[in-house]
């Protein structure tokens, strides 16, 4: 069963960069047409997509998000990652690493999740 | 970008109450729509994709309907674990996605 786990910083300071990694178990990062993405959450908010990556590498984001996004993936260590720049208050989330799922006739939706993860941005 | 709209943004009901949620695409995307639960301090978990098909393990008082523009979220007899939020997310611009900006369903 696949399974994602977030991990990395709980607090950062403004002006400085987010970074989270997913840890994927039950599964391999590398599987052909696989994506793989984030997606974040506000305390009391709902739901933003952030970006995903596909298995070849290619790479997708928000626009709203302003060229500060970046993900990447290891697939030595399977594992994907996030790094935000330039963080405010205003990207004080939950964070969840997910997976796209091809449900088939090109109906895709995000299963499973991670647990997410709270980051704070705070000096 | 493709921008989704739900409403109510709050409902309020009671067991064994059919509710129904709605959920609105700035332009047409087919069938490609999702729904999620989300209770809190969970994540959420999907419930439908393609607008009207029922994950697995889903129960059966849950339905969806719809296609272009407008979709439906549809709970035939709530029971008191549906008490929770309610996203509506398109795939159609896949990879690119948006969701609803959620629906709380509380007694």
């Known amino acids: 069963q696949l399974q994602l786990q977030e991990s990395g910083p709980r607090l950062v300071k403004p002006s400085e960069t987010l970074s989270l990694t997913c840890i994927v178990s039950g599964g391999s990062l590398g599987t052909s047409s696989y994506y793989w993405g984030w997606i974040r959450q506000p305390p009391g908010k709902g739901l933003e997509w952030i970006g995903s990556?596909?298995?070849?590498?290619?790479?997708?984001?928000n626009a709203s998000l302003n060229n500060r996004v970046t993900i990447s993936q290891d697939r030595s260590k399977n594992q994907f990652s996030l790094k935000l720049t330039s963080v405010t208050a205003a990207d004080t989330a939950v964070y969840y690493c997910?997976?796209?799922?091809?449900f088939g006739s090109g109906y895709r939706g995000f299963d499973p999740w991670g647990q997410g993860t709270l980051v704070t941005v705070s000096s | 970008d493709i921008q989704m709209t739900q409403s109510p943004s709050s409902l309020s009901a009671s067991v064994g109450d059919r509710v129904t949620i709605t959920c609105r695409a700035s332009?047409?995307?087919?069938?490609?729509l999702n729904w999620y639960q989300q209770k809190p301090g969970r994540a959420p978990k999907i419930l439908i994709y393609g607008a009207s098909i029922l994950q697995n393990g889903v129960p059966s008082r849950f339905s969806g309907s719809g296609s272009g523009t407008e979709f439906t979220l549809t709970i035939s007899s709530l029971q008191p674990e549906d008490f929770a939020t309610y996203y509506c997310q398109q795939s159609y611009s896949n990879p690119l996605h948006t969701f609803g900006q959620g629906t709380r369903l509380e007694v």
């Open positions: 990556i596909y298995y070849s590498g290619s790479t997708h984001y």
């Open positions: 332009e047409t995307i087919n069938r490609y």
């Open positions: 997910v997976r796209p799922h091809d």
